[in-house]
C-alpha cells in the first residue's frame, strides 16, 4: 500500500481508538449534539431534492476531515474518472463497468466501443417494442392484448425490476409485472395460476444465458406457452434480455425479440439496461425514462460534486467509520415505506456481491474489513421484527433509515405515524435511555424502589447507535433512480476505498459448480468423490 494511503488509513484507525478531547469515546453521538446546536446543518447534505442526515452518527469535524484525506489519499476521485472513461477497472474479467452509460448520457466509451451510441441504439428498441405493446399493436397469437408482462430471472436479472416494480407499479399502469426467479417450482406455481398464456408475454432475463434457475423456469413457462397457445405460436409471446445472443437463438428467440447489452453491464448493475425491460413494459415507457434520468441526475452529481458534498462519497466514507473504525460487520436498510420493501434485498446483492472481497485488486490480503452484511425490511415491520437487538443488542447495528415526505395516498394520519415512528427509531438508538432516566420513569409510574432495581439494567437503552438517514421529497420513478444510482456509487467508491474489485463475482462460482455432480447424484447417478455430511444427506434424500 502506498505510503499516504497507509498513513491515511492510520489517522481514521487513531480517530476511533483515542477518545476524543472532551473525553468522550470516539463512537459516541449524544455528547456531540449536546456540544453542537448546529450539528443536523453541519453534518446534513441536500443534493437534487434528496436530503442526506449524517448527523445521528460519531462523525466529527476530525473524523470527516480523515476520511476525506483518505479519498484523496486513494485516489477516488481519478479512479471513479477511470470508471466512468471505461477503463477496465473489473480487473479480473478485463472489462469495464459502465452502467452509467445505461442511463442515456452521451459520450461514454468502452476502448474502441462507442458504449453510448450502443445503448441508444438498444433503448430505441426498446421503446419501439413497448409502445407497439401497450398501444396494443403488438398482440398475442391469439390477438389479445397483452395484459401481464412476467420476467423470469434471477439475482441482478431480477432483483432490481423486482424492486422498482414493487415500488412504482399501480393499477391501470399498461401491464401488470410478474418475476419468477427461484428454481423452486413452487415460485412457478405461486404465479401462474394468475397468468392467461393468450395475454402473458414472457421475458427471459439473463446476462449469460445459461444460468440453470433461469433456464429451467424458461422451459417450464415455455411448455405452458406451448400449451396455451400452440407451439407454432410461442415465440410471439417471447423475448429474451442477454449479452448471449447465440443462446438466445438456440433457445428459438427471434433476433428482433433479443435486447442484447454488453459485458461492461454487471448483473447487479443491470436495471438500466435491457433488464429493465420488463419494468418499461408495465410502468410505461416515460415512467422507466424518468428512473433513467432519475439515475442520471445521480451520476452527474457523483461525478461533478467536490468530495465533501458528493452524496455518495459521504455515504461510502460514514460507511469506512463504521466498519473499519467501529467495528461493526453489519447494516441494517430501513424504508419507511412500504412500496420500498424490495428495496432491502436489491440493496444485499448489490452490496454483498459487489464489497464480500477478501482480495485487493492485485491478488493480496485485504488490509482491513470489506463490506458488511446488509439486511432490511421496511419500517415499521422491522420495529416488531429485529430492532430489539439494534436497540439493545451487544454490537452497534448501524442503520439506514430512508423516510418519504410525501405519499401518494390521503391517509395523512398513517403517514405522519409512519414518519413519527421512523424519525422516534432514530433518535432513540442515537440517545438511548440512561438509568437515571428509567430509574425516574419507573418512580413516576408508582413502581416499587426494588422492582426498579431488578428490571434496571433490563430497560437501559446503551444508545450511541448510528443511523444514517436519507429523506425523499416523494417515492417517483426519477427519486428511485436517484436512490438506487446513490447507492451504486456508494459501493463503486467502497470498492475504491478498499483496494477491491467491486465488478466481479467469483463467490457465487464454487456452489454453481459443485451442484452439478450432486444434480446427477440426485438424478439416480454415482455420488463418489462426495463428503460424508453430503453422501450421508444424499442418501435420505434418495430413500424411498
Ligand atoms: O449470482 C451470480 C450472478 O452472476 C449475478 O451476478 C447475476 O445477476 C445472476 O447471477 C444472474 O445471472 P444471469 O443474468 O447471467 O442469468
Not at 396455451?228 to 429474451?240: D, I, N, P, S
Request: hydrophobic share 45%; net charge neutral.
Amino acid at each position: 500500500m502506498a505510503e499516504g494511503l497507509a498513513a491515511a488509513w492510520a489517522a481514521v484507525e487513531a480517530l476511533a481508538r483515542q477518545r476524543r478531547p472532551d473525553g468522550s469515546a470516539a463512537g459516541s453521538i449524544r455528547p456531540l449534539f449536546a456540544a453542537d446546536p448546529d450539528r443536523f446543518r453541519r453534518f446534513s447534505h441536500a443534493a437534487d431534492g434528496l436530503l442526506l442526515d449524517l448527523s445521528k452518527t460519531s462523525l466529527t469535524d476530525a473524523v470527516r476531515a480523515a476520511l476525506l484525506d483518505l479519498a484523496r489519499a486513494a485516489e477516488l476521485p481519478a479512479r471513479r474518472d477511470a470508471m466512468a472513461r471505461g477503463e477496465a477497472v473489473n480487473v479480473t474479467e478485463r472489462r469495464a463497468a459502465l452502467h452509467m452509460a445505461l442511463r442515456g448520457t452521451n459520450g461514454f466509451r468502452a476502448g474502441e466501443e462507442d458504449a453510448s451510441a450502443e445503448v441508444a441504439g438498444v433503448l430505441a428498441r426498446m421503446r419501439d417494442f413497448t409502445l407497439a405493446v401497450t398501444e396494443g399493436r403488438l398482440r398475442g397469437a391469439t390477438g389479445e392484448r397483452f395484459t401481464d408482462v412476467l420476467n423470469i430471472g434471477i439475482g441482478g436479472s431480477d432483483l432490481g425490476p423486482a424492486m422498482v416494480a414493487r415500488a412504482l407499479w399501480t393499477p391501470g399502469a399498461p401491464l401488470r409485472p410478474h418475476y419468477l426467479g427461484n428454481v423452486d417450482a413452487h415460485a412457478w406455481e405461486e404465479i401462474q395460476p394468475r397468468l392467461d398464456p393468450r395475454r402473458t408475454l414472457v421475458l427471459v432475463a439473463s446476462k449469460t444465458f445459461t444460468t440453470q434457475e433461469t433456464m429451467t423456469n424458461a422451459a417450464l413457462v415455455r411448455a405452458w406457452l406451448a400449451e396455451g397457445v400452440g407451439e407454432a405460436a410461442v415465440g410471439t409471446h417471447l423475448a429474451a434480455l442477454s449479452t448471449n445472443l447465440k443462446a438466445t437463438e438456440a433457445f428459438g428467440i427471434a433476433a428482433d425479440r433479443v435486447f442484447p447489452f454488453r459485458d461492461w453491464v454487471g448483473g447487479r448493475f443491470s436495471l438500466w439496461s435491457a433488464i429493465g425491460l420488463s419494468l418499461a413494459l408495465s410502468l410505461g415507457w416515460q415512467s422507466f425514462e424518468r428512473l433513467l434520468a432519475g439515475a442520471r441526475a445521480m451520476d452527474a452529481h457523483f461525478l461533478a460534486a467536490p468530495l465533501e458534498a458528493n452524496l455518495p462519497v459521504l455515504l461510502a466514507l460514514t460507511e469506512i467509520w463504521h466498519v473499519n473504525g467501529l467495528g461493526c460487520a453489519t447494516r441494517a436498510v430501513l424504508p419507511y415505506d412500504e412500496r420500498l420493501a424490495r428495496l432491502p434485498a436489491h440493496l444485499q446483492q448489490l452490496e454483498m456481491e459487489s464489497l464480500g472481497k477478501r482480495v485487493t485488486l492485485d491478488g493480496a490480503p485485504v488490509a482491513h474489513d470489506t463490506g458488511p452484511v446488509v439486511f432490511g425490511e421496511p419500517g415499521t415491520n422491522a420495529q416488531h421484527s429485529f430492532m430489539q437487538l439494534v436497540h439493545q443488542g451487544t454490537r452497534p447495528v448501524p442503520a439506514d433509515i430512508i423516510l418519504v415526505k410525501r405519499p401518494d395516498h390521503a391517509h395523512a394520519d398513517s403517514h405522519r405515524k409512519l414518519l413519527a415512528n421512523g424519525l422516534a427509531q432514530a433518535a432513540a438508538l442515537m440517545r438511548g435511555k440512561t438509568e437515571a432516566e428509567v430509574r425516574a420513569e419507573m418512580a413516576a409510574s408508582g413502581t416499587a424502589p426494588a422492582e426498579i432495581e431488578r428490571l434496571l439494567p433490563h430497560r437501559v437503552f446503551p444508545g450511541d447507535r448510528p443511523t444514517v438517514t436519507l429523506l425523499l421529497p416523494h417515492l417517483d420513478a426519477f427519486t428511485l433512480g436517484q436512490v438506487v444510482a446513490l447507492y451504486e456509487h456508494k459501493v463503486a467508491s467502497l470498492g475504491i476505498l478498499w483496494g477491491i474489485n467491486a465488478f466481479d463475482q467469483w463467490g457465487v462460482e464454487l456452489g454453481k459448480q459443485l451442484t452439478g455432480p450432486i444434480l446427477k447424484a440426485l438424478e439416480g447417478g454415482p455420488a463418489e468423490g462426495q463428503d460424508a455430511s453430503t453422501l450421508g444427506l444424499l442418501a435420505a434424500l434418495r430413500a424411498g
